[in-house]
């Protein structure tokens, strides 16, 4: 198991170098971003190997998989992604499914995010990319959002049926979701490909708030997870004393 710093939460006004000077600063090995279409890709790939910084992980292009006539535009993006993926040595790409569609069944609305899926996987085989589906929590962050409950992810993705399509876990969004992270997370583990962390309430810096999160780690590395946690929030305080705890805390998971 390793930790990656989500850049785009951490350093939200800095340019995308420092940014990447920030994570090496701190002890980081790697890091992670959201949209990759209003980068300087080469500049990104460039800076991420003079550091000697692994990209963990990043966004697909965004459009719905809800609705199934965005479904070209959707795989044509998630070939230009892996095209990105490819230059930047990143072996984990994230997709949300979108919004929930008014006047639409929530059965077809599934049926689409299903074909969407099981669609991308011939263009995922050959490439040792994963393709991770991220639940996210409609109640305080994505109000509309398809996609909330990890059980209906862990559902949706055994009927996808391909090693590499799997689960983001998102520890806070599920916590507002949900609960039960540890014991969930531990029982989907097969499911799951990435893990985001965060403090609850607020999506703030991992020590503060409701989740323990040396505990919740802990029993995520002894259940068998080997990839990676991507730090995933919005920092209160200095966005590097924040990191710096973390490394301090965690020094083994770097």
């Known amino acids: 198991m390793k930790l990656s710093v989500c850049i785009e939460a ?11 000077h920030k994570v090496k600063e701190a002890g980081f090995g790697a890091f992670e971003f959201w949209s990759w279409d209003n980068k300087d890709i080469e500049q990104l790939a460039r800076t991420a190997e003079a550091l000697e910084l692994t990209v ?38 994230i997709v949300t499914v979108g919004a929930e569609l008014a006047g639409v069944p929530r059965e077809v609305q599934r049926q689409s995010v299903l074909e969407g899926l099981r669609a991308s996987v011939p263009l995922l ?87 323990h999160y040396p505990y919740i780690l802990r029993r995520l590395h002894e259940a068998g997870y080997g990839g990676y946690v991507g730090l995933e929030y919005f920092p209160v305080g200095e966005p590097m004393d924040g990191l710096r705890r973390v490394a301090q805390q965690y020094a083994h998971w770097l």
């Open 10 to 20: 951490l350093f939200r006004e800095m340019p995308l170098e420092e940014k990447l």
């Open 56 to 93: 963990s992980a990043f966004c697909v292009k965004q459009t719905s998989l809800t609705d199934a006539a965005a479904r070209p535009a959707y795989l044509e993006g998630l070939k230009e992604t892996l095209e990105v993926a490819r230059r930047l040595h990143c072996r984990t790409l």
């Open 125 to 211: 085989e050959g490439t040792g990319v994963t393709l991770v589906v991220e639940p996210l929590n409609v109640a305080v962050d994505h109000p509309g959002y398809f996609l909330s409950s990890s059980e209906e992810a862990q559902l949706l993705l055994q009927d996808v049926g391909h090693p590499q399509v799997r689960m983001l876990f998102d520890i806070y969004h599920q916590q507002v979701t949900e609960g039960h992270v540890t014991a969930n997370m531990v029982r989907m583990l097969d499911t799951i490909g990435h893990v985001h962390a965060a403090g609850n309430p607020g999506r703030r810096e991992l020590d503060e708030g409701e989740l």
